[in-house]
Structures are given as C-alpha cells and as structure tokens.
C-alpha cells in the first residue's frame, strides 16, 4: 500500500518595509516593496497570496534600527534595510476585506508594549478579520529598541522570556479568562448588551505586571488567536513547548533543521501535548521558473542587486555582532550573541564543505532571504526539493521569503504549486473555518492541553 505524500504548507514572509530580507533588491525593475506604503499593493499581495492557497502571510517587524554594524544606524539608512519600516497590524484589515481564507501572522514583541491594550488589538484584529489572525511573540533582538524606549539595552537573552512567559499569562487570563461565552446577550426588550455578572476582572499581580481588571472586549472567534514563536534556543524551545501552535524556524540545512524540528517536538511532548501540535514553517527562499536554465538566469540577474553592506547590516542586527570589525575572509567564531541565539549558533558550525563561515560567505548566503536556504530550479526540481526537505526533516512548512514581490510569490504559484497539487501534496481547496481550525481541523478555540485553555473560566470554577 503506497503512503500518500506528506502535505506542504506555505507561508509568505514580509514585513511592512522595501525589500525586507533582500537588501538592494528593492531596485531591480520588477520588485515592487517600495509600495509598501500603498495600502493597494498589499491588497493585491493578499489576493495572490490566497489564489495561490498559501496558509497566510507571515508579517515580521522590528521596533528599532539595525544599528549594530559599524556602531550607528548610518549603513542601514544608507541600503533600506528594514528601515524605515512601518506597524504590521494596520494592514491586516484592509487585506482581511479582499480575502476569505487567507491566515495573517503578526509579529509584535512582548517586550515594549503592556499586554493590556494588546490584548484588546489582538480581539479587534481576530473579530475583524473572523479568526484569521495570529500572533508571532517575539521577545526583540535590537539593542536601538530598547535604548529609545528608556532602558540601556534589551534584557539578557533569558531574562526576556521569563518576561515573555507572565506577558503570554496576562494575555490568557484576559483573552479566555474574562468574558463567559455568553455574556453579551443583545437584549432588545430589556436593554441589556452584555450581562455584567458574567464578565470577570482577572486579578493579575506578577511579577512585571498588575492587571487587575477586566478585558476591555467581547470573545472573538478564536478567543487567543493562533500563537506563533520564532526561534531555537533552548529558552525559545522551552516557550514555545507550553505556548506554540506554529513555529518559525530557519537552519541552512537539512540537518541542523532537523535537530532543531526534533528539539521543539521533543519539547512539546514533554508539556503533555501532541508533539505534532505545533506547525512548524522553516525560512526558505524559492527562485523558480519553466525551466531549470531560465530560474539560474532568473538568479544570476537577482545577484547583480544585492547589496554586500545590506547583508551585513542585517546579520550583524541578527547576530548581535558588529561584523564590519571582522574580514570577509574571516570566520566568525566564538561570538557571545545577546540577539538570536540559534542564528549565530547555526553559522557557527562548518557549511556543506566541511569548511568554516566566513562572514563573506554569510554575506552572499543571506543576500537573497536572508538566513534560510535557497532553491533554484524549475518547478518539479522545487517540489522534489521542498518534499526532501520535509520527509528528511519532519518539518511542516515553509516560510517564503521574496527576491522580488509579488513576484517571486507568483511564481511559486505558477511553477510549484500546480506539480506539488498534481503530486497530492498541496490543496486544491481552502478548509472552512478560522485559521486554527484551517491549521488543525480541531476547532476554533484553544485545545484543552494547551496552556492558554488552563485560564479558561469554566477551568477554574469549582
């Protein structure tokens, strides 16, 4: 009996800026990001994006400047390396009218903004666009973010998760804690809107915050939109365990992404939850064509834009390292990071040659989408490749970054997804429901093993 293959999922990864993970791209004649101001052009990325079936879009953001390299924001001013750059929420409405089944994951850092008020963008965001909105909880990485919202530097890599975990308390307590299923109840003859008995304060006091009282919303569709985590160290994975229903990882390969997959696996298990409870996307850019000739053109002119400075600037915001101190020819090291812990540690490692990174080989591997892995080929060499990728690694999912957008989210829709459909390994057809239940098919709320459901009302009353 033949298995049938394993499903593909996609994600678009951008962010609200020019060019986002493909510094200088933004001049080659087709890419169109330096519309990211023009609420139209996401319109119609939202439009593509769901001809082509994909998951959702996958909305990164930074709140600061990549001023790491060379100690000022000068280089990244200079090639537009996600600066400016502009707030993810206050597109996802407009992109939710022009769509019906498109998920939206929007990053938000829980570092600078009281979990209060967000808890109530997050109900607004999930109510307008019928539960198709998640959540990316990031902890920040950019020491300019911290620096211009008063304190000296970011906390120490740790320190912002044990933060992190009361912030995502907060949240549960308000999102699923608060308001009884049925306390809004409309009633026209008595002039009641929401039955005050049935709306709770959640009596917070922690250890960075006092919450006292009560969610300033109704229940959404979702309650908690779908909680996604980016990142691999070990007290990434530990968040994630409790808290993820979608991880974003990247690795640049197949074997340090399966470690990594294996890892938050391993770790969810170990919370009492199904270890495939979590979809897990990988960071992966796709260049592809008719042929496999015309996707290496297609490349090859791709390269003659990339900004040599602009990579670097990214990747030393990344790493937490100056890399403008280090020759191209020199390897990086045993840099201590109080960035991205995983990044560092992956390119700390030798690369498919046995040979160790030097940063001009990180430079021109992140270039071009950034950190993750890049496929050239035609459409059939793609799908093999893509398919390889998850059978060798247990990965779910790709996020796609961009060369060019939309185009080269056209063409994977074009090129890719026709043959991994004609191989039974992609949709034809969009599931119905909220984004959790399109990912999962178990429902639109929170599942009972997940941490968030402990703060449900009916969880605590005797």
């Not at 407009?94 to 829980?110: D, K, N, R, S, Y």
Request: glycine share 10%; hydrophobic share 35%.
């Amino acid at each position: 009996m033949t298995t049938a293959p394993r499903r593909i999922r996609f994600n678009a990864f951008d962010m609200n800026c020019v060019g986002h993970q493909s510094p200088g791209l933004w001049r080659h004649p087709e890419d169109r990001s330096e519309r990211y101001t023009d609420l139209r052009y996401w319109a119609d990325l939202a439009r593509t994006l769901e001809r082509g079936l994909f998951d959702g879009l996958f909305i990164a953001d930074v709140l600061g400047t990549y001023d790491v390299y060379g100690g000022s924001n000068e280089a990244t001013l200079r090639q537009g390396t996600q600066t400016p750059v502009n707030d993810p929420f206050l597109l996802v409405s407009a992109m939710a009218l022009v769509t019906e089944h498109l998920g939206f994951g929007v990053t938000a850092g829980t570092a600078y903004e009281h979990p209060y008020p967000f808890a109530r963008r997050l109900s607004t965001l999930d109510h307008l666009t019928n539960g198709r909105v998640g959540w990316n909880v990031v902890t920040g990485y950019l020491p300019s973010a911290a620096r211009n919202m008063g304190s000296a530097d970011q906390l120490e890599h740790d320190a912002r998760y044990d933060h992190a975990d009361e912030y995502l308390e907060v949240l549960y307590k308000l999102l699923e804690g608060s308001w009884e299923d049925d306390a809004v109840v409309r009633d026209r003859g008595t002039g009641v809107f929401t039955d005050p008995a049935k709306v709770h304060d959640i009596e917070h006091s922690g250890t960075y915050f006092t919450v006292p009282g009560i969610h300033l919303s109704e229940p959404s569709p979702q309650r908690t939109p779908v909680i996604f985590q980016a990142g691999a160290a070990p007290r990434g994975v530990a968040l994630a365990a409790g808290n993820a229903e979608a991880g974003f990882v990247g690795a640049p390969t197949k074997e340090i992404l399966k470690d990594v997959v294996t890892r938050i696996r391993d770790a969810v298990e170990a919370e009492g939850r199904d270890r495939y409870s979590v979809r897990i996307y990988t960071l992966l850019t796709v260049i592809t064509d008719e042929t496999e000739e015309k996707a290496r053109a297609k490349h090859e002119d791709y390269q003659r834009y990339v900004s040599y400075e602009g990579a670097l600037v990214l990747v030393s915001g990344w790493f937490g390292v100056d890399l403008s101190a280090y020759g191209p020819d020199e390897p990086l090291g045993n840099v201590e990071s109080n960035a991205i812990h995983s990044a560092v540690a992956n390119f700390q490692k030798v690369n498919d040659d046995g040979e160790p990174w030097t940063v001009r080989d990180i430079a021109e591997w992140a270039g071009i989408g950034g950190l993750g892995p890049r496929i050239v080929g035609s459409g059939a060499q793609v799908a093999d490749e893509l398919q390889a990728w998850v059978q060798e690694t247990d990965v779910d999912g790709f996020n796609l970054a961009y060369a060019i957008t939309p185009g080269s989210f056209e063409d994977v829709i074009t090129h890719v997804v026709p043959e991994l459909q004609r191989r039974g390994a992609y949709p034809t057809v969009y599931a119905e429901g909220t984004l959790r239940q399109k990912l999962f098919g178990r429902g639109d709320r929170l599942p009972e093993e997940h941490r968030g459901a402990h703060y449900r009302l009916q969880a605590v009353r005797p």
